[in-house]
Nanobody, 127 residues
Framework: QLQLVESGGGLVQPGGSLRISCAVSGFTFDNYAIGWFRQAPGKEREGVSC????????FYADSVKGRFTISRDNAKNTVYLQMNSLKPEDTGAYYC????????????????????WGQGTQVTVSS
């Protein structure tokens, strides 16, 4: 059964850090690009960061460049999003998604595109 499970969300103060994880099971992990997307109340889902199947290519939305870092551990079937210098506008539900090998990560993040989606983890940045 294909499954993506996000974890690690929570409440953090502005300027703080958080690392969220996406654990994947049920398919060959290194055949898929993985992306992180977020959705704030009343707003459309937007791509945050995406990483290619073997980790060679990454994409970041302009709003998170220099603050967020995406990485993947193919031995653990897990993708991480390290979020530093968090801002209130980073608040939202964060979802991970998988898309087949050959995906252009910039397209995956900007359209956004995903074949399989997780249920999301909430990140709230507030004092």
């Amino acid at each position: 059964q294909l499954q993506l499970v996000e974890s690690g969300g929570g409440l953090v103060q502005p300027g703080g850090s958080l690392r969220i994880s996406c654990a994947v099971s049920g398919f060959t992990f290194d055949n898929y690009a993985i992306g992180w997307f977020r959705q704030a109340p009343g707003k459309e889902r937007e791509g945050v960061s995406c990483i290619s199947s073997r980790g060679a290519f990454t994409f970041y939305a302009d709003s998170v460049k220099g603050r967020f870092t995406i990485s993947r551990d193919n031995a653990k079937n897990t993708v991480y999003l390290q979020m530093n210098s968090l801002k209130p506008e980073d608040t939202g539900a964060y979802y991970c998604a998988a898309r087949g090998r050959g995906t252009v990560v910039s397209a995956m993040c900007t359209r956004p595109l995903g074949d399989y989606w997780g249920q999301g983890t909430q990140v709230t940045v507030s004092s």
